[in-house]
């Protein structure tokens, strides 16, 4: 009775330890996920995954707190500490409502990088597959930190690899702001160029110096 007994214990503890492997990995149209705590709900065909969330879609690598998969929607809700890397772009925000079919997302507090290219907002909306709206914003290409110069503008219309076109932008020197404009187009190369010209001095009869 004893041995039997024990038999018993033996198989609850091996398959409750098989369950948890299971759920740890889980994987459906090309999305693995894993995380301390992984569940399944098979009502709205969604996964939940907390704690150390990793989730991988193709050539993106997605870490987050905690995170909620819709199958259905081809949907991923990142709360706390997201990240979304992928060969082009570093997204940062606090959070994330991502479609891994269309790739467009909605960051909160968002932070994108590409190359030496920065740009940051309360809002972040990712619109194509290179371009983004980005509200209450800044941007700079300068890499040291704090930058040692950037535009903050009410909104950013940017192209990574294009421009950017800030509405109402102010320059910013060392966090200063030195002058203000009301729209600027700016290169968003990601490697360095020109973005700033000396001016030159001219007259002319018509417009005078």
Not at 122 to 128: A, M, N, Q
Request: hydrophobic share 40%; glycine share 8%.
């Amino acid at each position: 009775m004893r041995i039997a007994l024990q038999l018993v214990i033996f198989v609850v503890l091996f398959s409750s330890s098989f369950a948890f492997a299971q759920l740890s990995t889980l994987s459906d149209e090309g999305i693995s996920i894993n995380g301390d705590s992984v569940s399944r709900d098979y009502e709205t065909k969604s996964v939940i995954g907390e704690g150390h969330v990793e989730i991988g879609m193709g050539d993106q690598k997605l870490s987050c707190d905690k995170a909620i998969v819709n199958l259905k929607k081809n949907e991923v809700v990142a709360q706390g500490n997201v990240l979304l890397v992928s060969t082009m772009t570093t997204i940062q925000g606090s959070k994330i409502t991502y479609n891994f079919k269309s790739k467009l997302a909605k960051i909160e507090n968002g932070f994108v990088e590409s190359g030496q290219v920065v740009f940051e907002g309360k809002r972040v909306e990712k619109t194509g597959e290179n371009t983004y709206v980005v509200e209450d914003a800044n941007f700079t290409s300068c890499t040291t930190c704090p930058p040692a110069w950037s535009f903050s503008g009410s909104k950013i219309n940017a192209e990574v690899g294009g421009y950017a076109y800030i509405k109402y932008p102010v320059l910013r020197v060392a966090d200063f702001p030195v002058f203000f404009l009301p729209m600027i187009l700016i290169p968003l190369k990601s490697t360095r160029q020109t973005g700033l010209l000396v001016p030159e001095l001219e007259i002319s009869k018509q417009g005078g110096v």
